[in-house]
């Protein structure tokens, strides 16, 4: 069964913290995807990788940065928390650009 | 820039009618995919039914087909047959270029009344 795994399901963090979001995959992707979903937003997104190392800016990095040294891992960074990135967040991992995107259960992160 | 744009925030059917979701897309690639994804209240993603630029057909799948009209850039999801189970939210996605890029719409909440 194809598994991606976040780390965590819940979490609530103190503005000015950093943070770190961990996103794990079983199927040996190379597409990785950091995702926030927000209410009337849908699902916009911050971060992917297309393999290891590299990375490439979504359509809302600010605030966030990235990590993936193994293919099977993403993480996510939040720098220094905000109370604006209180949403839900989203990783998924795809085997290229005509297959479907797997997805995590999502971490509904609190910034208080 | 790449977009997809959802303009149905949410919409209701009659349990056993059809209805159609919305999508538009803007991308500059010749080659590109379509998805549509549903996330019921539970919150998981569901994948649906896939579309690529060059397919000549439109994609079907069980009760789900893909209405892809390219010169328009629309991608709208058809259900036949709606069933209670269809309540959810729905999202149409593209990726495009070299990198496998995936970007979503702002969704569609879909209710069915019995």
């Known amino acids: 069964d194809v598994k991606v795994t976040q780390s965590s399901r819940y979490l609530v963090k103190r503005t000015g913290e950093k943070v770190f979001l961990e996103c794990v995959q079983d199927?040996?992707?190379?597409?990785m995807f950091w995702y926030r979903q927000d209410p009337g937003l849908g699902l916009r997104l911050i971060y992917f990788?297309?393999?290891?190392?590299?990375?490439e800016k979504g359509d809302i990095p600010e605030g966030y940065s990235v990590s993936r040294e193994k293919k099977e891992r993403f993480s996510l960074i939040l720098e220094s928390a905000s109370t604006n990135q209180t949403s839900m967040y989203l990783c998924?991992?795809?085997?290229?650009?005509?297959?479907?995107?797997?997805f995590g259960q999502g971490t509904r992160l609190t910034v208080v | 820039a790449q977009k997809i744009t959802q303009t149905q925030p949410g919409m209701f059917v009659q349990e056993k009618e059809a209805v159609t979701l919305d999508c538009t897309y803007d991308?500059?690639?010749?080659?590109?995919?379509l998805f549509w994804y549903k996330q019921p209240s539970s919150g998981e993603m569901i994948f649906l039914i896939y579309?690529?630029?060059?397919?000549?057909q439109n994609a079907t799948e069980g009760r789900y087909s893909l209405n892809f009209q390219k010169a328009r850039k629309s991608a709208n999801l058809v259900i036949s047959a709606s069933q209670l189970g269809d309540s959810a939210m729905y999202f149409c996605?593209?990726?495009?270029?070299?990198?496998?890029?995936?970007?979503f719409g702002q969704g569609t909440t879909l209710q069915v009344k019995p």
């Open positions: 998924a991992s795809s085997a290229g650009t005509a297959t479907e995107a797997f």
């Open positions: 199927m040996d992707h190379e597409n």
């Open positions: 990788s297309y393999d290891v190392k590299m990375k």
């Open positions: 991308t500059s690639d010749q080659s590109y995919g």
């Open positions: 579309q690529g630029s060059y397919d000549e």
């Open positions: 996605a593209m990726v495009s270029g070299n990198t496998g890029k995936l970007i």
